[in-house]
T-cell receptor
Framework: DGGITQSPKYLFRKEGQNVTLSCEQN?????MYWYRQDPGQGLRLIYY???????QKGDIAEGYSVSREKKESFPLTVTSAQKNPTAFYLC?????????????FGPGTRLTVT | AQSVTQLDSQVPVFEEAPVELRCNYS??????LFWYVQYPNQGLQLLLK??????LVKGINGFEAEFNKSQTSFHLRKPSVHISDTAEYFC???????????FGTGTRLQVFP
């Protein structure tokens, strides 16, 4: 079955710790994305990557970092510099090129930082 | 700058009633339009999309949407809703020749028996 997996589903961390969220896809998609979802604010783009070893900042990249060493994987690190990290994080992927292709979403990771 | 506005944060409706979820966008360039659905604690799933051609687009689960260029709208409709349609619905646009999606803030559809 092709799809996107995110792990873990729930993640708890203490303030001041970095944490890495996993995202893997077996759809052979070139483009991958990370979104943050907060109640009443929709989805906001954190980072995206259209090709291996290249990625661009989205609208709210501060306090986050990513890597794209393999086509299948696009991990997101939430650093201690992110002032309000508690949120629902969604990873997505798509065929790259022109914006006509739908994005496929993973099930999400709910991060709670206390 | 491009933006998407979903005018209603919540829409309550009784089962078997019709529903319309409103979406307006602003853009000075061509856009592609999408509606996604999100069930509780899950990712998003595509309902339908408009790229070009017929302005009436049919999607999954009996939903349809109409693209109106003059009013810059892309409202989602269903003639008869079911309890299982209870979910959050997001309108989104991609800018021409980019892969970046811009989302609205979402509309929570609550279907009552």
């Amino acid at each position: 079955d092709g799809g996107i997996t995110q792990s873990p589903k729930y993640l708890f961390r203490k303030e001041g710790q970095n944490v890495t969220l996993s995202c893997e896809q077996n759809l052979n998609h070139d483009a991958m994305y990370w979104y943050r979802q907060d109640p009443g604010q929709g989805l906001r783009l954190i980072y995206y990557s259209q090709i291996v070893n290249d990625f661009q900042k989205g609208d709210i990249a501060e306090g986050y970092s990513v890597s794209r060493e393999k086509k299948e994987s696009f991990p997101l690190t939430v650093t201690s510099a992110q002032k309000n990290p508690t949120a629902f994080y969604l990873c997505a992927s798509s065929i790259a090129g022109g914006g006509t292709y739908e994005q496929y979403f993973g099930p999400g990771t709910r991060l709670t930082v206390t | 700058a491009q933006s998407v506005t979903q005018l209603d944060s919540q829409v309550p409706v009784f089962e078997e009633a019709p529903v319309e979820l409103r979406c307006n966008y602003s853009s000075s360039v061509s856009v592609y339009l999408f509606w996604y659905v999100q069930y509780p604690n899950q990712g998003l799933q595509l309902l339908l999309k408009y790229l070009s051609g017929s302005t009436l687009v049919k999607g999954i689960n009996g939903f349809e949407a109409e693209f109106n260029k003059s009013q810059t709208s892309f409202h989602l409709r269903k003639p008869s809703v079911h309890i299982s349609d209870t979910a959050e619905y997001f309108c989104a646009v991609t800018l021409y020749n980019t892969d970046k999606l811009i989302f609205g803030t979402g509309t929570r559809l609550q279907v009552f028996p």
